[in-house]
């Protein structure tokens, strides 16, 4: 199994940045794919971004193409959120998330770490 912890959350103000981490341990070698999804208050679950855990491809929201980098360190278990020009409506909790090499779906999640942007 793999365990996935979140950390880097906080309050910035509108134009700053943050960046957020995810340290996965456990059975590593399994993973596929690391997500980062976000859940506002009163609103479902959203992906951000995405990465292939040993090619490095990348994916990204519409919403934060452009603002928002995904990457890893596989020597260190490690993947990374950068945020910048962040937005009143980047507000969430942001959770990052496994899928395994042949699943479809993301089926192990963090506990998530909250952002909170104000203007």
């Known amino acids: 199994q793999v365990q996935l912890v979140e950390s880097g959350g906080g309050l910035v103000q509108a134009g700053g940045s943050l960046r957020l981490s995810c340290a996965a341990s456990?059975?590593?070698?399994?993973?596929?794919?690391i997500g980062w999804f976000r859940q506002a208050s009163g609103k479902g679950r959203e992906f951000v971004a995405s990465?292939?855990?040993?090619?490095?491809?990348?994916r990204y929201a519409d919403s934060v193409t452009g603002r928002f980098t995904i990457s890893r360190d596989n020597a260190e278990n490690m993947i990374y959120l950068q945020m910048n020009s962040l937005k009143p409506e980047d507000t969430a909790v942001y959770y990052c998330?496994?899928?395994?090499?042949?699943?479809?779906?993301?089926?192990?999640w963090g506990q998530g770490t909250q952002v909170t942007v104000s203007s």
């Open positions: 456990g059975r590593t070698f399994s993973i596929g794919n």
């Open positions: 998330a496994a899928r395994g090499t042949t699943a479809a779906l993301y089926d192990i």
């Open positions: 990465i292939t855990w040993s090619g490095g491809r990348t």
